[in-house]
């Protein structure tokens, strides 16, 4: 085995563009996508000295490798369907063939796409993570969310839902200016004569992730999101009400835990937000009817 992929300066980078290319295309490219991923982790491995990594984080790293053989991680990278494992495939000369999958390419978005790449991208950041708790200095995390948010906040309606999504999975840190960047997005999307349920989804998504890791004097700016977040669940889309409750439940929790609710009810709490900004909820609600 050679670890030509220089995984060391080039690992952010490159699970940057499997966030990007994961489930997506003919069913060659999904698979191509799901062997990289095996290499990466493996040459990890490999590099095991070079990091200084532990034994133990070197077995845990050889578990994640089995387990991305598990049908589970074949669904996240829409292989599903094949009759051989991935790698294998790529042994014969005919790559559909050998799949028995001669379907069209994956080039739509839904929103169970997102949720599969938000499973993926927990693992790829569970390897990130681990291999960094054992090496003195690295900027591998820093790198990958300098990416993902160059372009969460770029149009692109193919990526942006996807860096969208990437960004709250792998994000340590929020602040205010995250929030309303991610709630300008939203209302772009509101703008649109079509409005784009994947893309908001991901906001949706997104949201979800940051909002527990805003600072606790910040619970004004969670009422808001939590209204924001009702106002997405009148629009009674089937594909967008998983994300609308999810991103309504974190944000609930993290008031609770944040003591908003301690000498108040719920109720009065949000109310007093809901008061303070009813002209620009009352266009909200407007729009969705």
């Not at 085995?1 to 994961?22: I, M």
């Not at 939590?226 to 974190?250: H, I, K, P, R």
Request: hydrophobic fraction near 45%.
């Amino acid at each position: 085995f050679n670890n030509r992929l220089d995984v060391v300066n080039n690992l952010p980078d490159l699970f940057h563009l499997v966030a990007f290319l994961s489930d997506t295309g003919p069913v060659f490219i999904r698979a191509s996508v799901h062997c990289l991923v095996c290499n990466i982790v493996h040459s990890l491995c490999t590099c095991a000295s070079q990091l200084q990594l532990l034994d133990d984080t070197v077995r845990t790293l050889q578990m994640r490798l089995d387990d991305l053989s598990q049908p589970k991680f074949y669904l996240w990278f829409g292989i599903s369907e094949v009759k051989l494992s991935a790698a294998s495939a790529f042994q014969f000369s005919t790559l559909d063939k050998a799949f028995g999958y001669t379907g069209p390419a994956r080039d739509d978005h839904t929103v169970a796409d997102l949720v599969h790449l938000q499973s993926l991208t927990e693992f790829l950041l569970e390897i990130v993570l681990l291999c960094m708790k054992d090496m003195n200095e690295s900027t591998w995390l820093s790198r990958w969310e300098e990416l993902v948010e160059k372009a969460a906040f770029e149009y692109n309606p193919s990526l942006q839902p996807r860096a969208l999504v990437a960004l709250g999975t792998i994000s340590r840190s929020a602040n205010r200016t995250t929030i309303d960047r991610l709630l300008s997005v939203l209302h772009k999307c509101l703008e649109n004569v079509v409005q784009d349920t994947v893309l908001i989804c991901a906001v949706l998504m997104c949201l979800a992730k940051v909002a527990p890791l805003l600072p606790k004097d910040t619970s004004g700016i969670l009422s808001v999101i939590f209204w924001t977040s009702v106002c997405f669940l009148e629009l009674d889309e089937e594909n967008m009400y998983s994300a609308g409750v999810g991103l309504v439940e974190a944000t609930l929790k993290t008031m609770d835990a944040n003591g908003s609710f301690e000498e108040q009810t719920i109720e009065t709490a949000l109310m007093a937000t809901r008061k303070v900004y009813e002209f620009q909820f009352g266009q909200l609600d407007r729009k969705m009817e």
